[in-house]
């Protein structure tokens, strides 16, 4: 079956770690993008990437860094940098501007 | 800068209800525009696709129909079930910042529905 898939589904970081959320798609998708959901908020944009070796910083990148090295993976690394990272991140993909957007099913990151 | 702005922020019907829900944007500059399901602690569920040269589209009791000159957007449930009790998002895709080519989804911060049984 084709998607995306985000793992791990709950993560829990203490002060001072970085941390690695992983997304991977099997839909063949160059654009490959970030979101961090905070309740109330909506989701916000923090990195995108629309093909292998290049990504962008979106609305809110300080404190994150991605890589692309290949189509199928866009990892997000959360930094200590990050002084509030506790919220739900959403990893989407799609192929042209025409066609629908599809998402993981998200990992709920936690400070401890 | 493009936003998107969804009224109600919530709201509870009875069973079997119509209803609609309301999806504006700023920038009518648009590509596309998607309507998703969020259930919570879960992803976000593709419900419809409207290309900005299309007017509407359906699936099942889903309509969206799409006026990008006035810049808005509206999804229709027709006889709710408490099935559909969700978070509702719209999300508009254009250029996410100006003199660049990049696109993405700009997202509303939804409506949260409950469909009482």
């Known amino acids: 079956d084709g998607g995306i898939t985000q793992s791990p589904k709950y993560l829990f970081r203490k002060e001072g770690q970085n941390v690695t959320l992983s997304c991977e798609q099997n839909?063949?998708?160059?654009?490959m993008y970030w979101y961090r959901q905070d309740p109330g908020q909506g989701l916000r944009l923090i990195y995108y990437?629309?093909?292998?070796?290049?990504?962008q910083k979106g609305d809110i990148a300080e404190g994150y860094s991605v890589s692309r090295e290949k189509k199928e993976s866009f990892p997000l690394t959360v930094t200590s940098a990050q002084k509030n990272p506790t919220a739900f991140y959403l990893c989407?993909?799609?192929?042209?501007?025409?066609?629908?957007?599809?998402f993981g099913q998200g990992t709920r990151l936690t400070v401890v | 800068k493009q936003e998107v702005t969804q009224i109600p922020a919530a709201l509870s019907v009875p069973e079997g209800e119509n209803l609609v829900l309301n999806c504006s944007f700023t920038?009518?500059?648009?590509?596309?525009l998607q309507w998703f399901r969020q259930d919570p602690g879960k992803g976000l569920t593709s419900l419809l696709l409207?290309?900005?040269?299309?007017r509407e589209q359906t699936s099942g009791r889903l309509n969206a129909s799409l006026d990008k000159s006035s810049g808005r957007s509206t999804l229709y449930i027709a006889a709710s079930q408490p099935g559909d009790s969700a978070t509702y998002l719209c999300?508009?895709?254009?250029?996410?910042?100006?003199?660049?080519?990049?696109?993405?989804?700009?997202f509303g911060k939804g409506t949260h529905l409950i469909i009482q049984p």
């Open positions: 989407a993909s799609s192929w042209r501007r025409d066609t629908e957007a599809f």
């Open positions: 999300a508009v895709r254009s250029r996410l910042y100006s003199g660049g080519g990049a696109d993405g989804l700009t």
């Open positions: 990437s629309q093909i292998v070796n290049d990504f």
């Open positions: 920038d009518s500059a648009i590509y596309n």
């Open positions: 409207i290309q900005s040269s299309q």
């Open positions: 839909l063949n998708h160059d654009a």
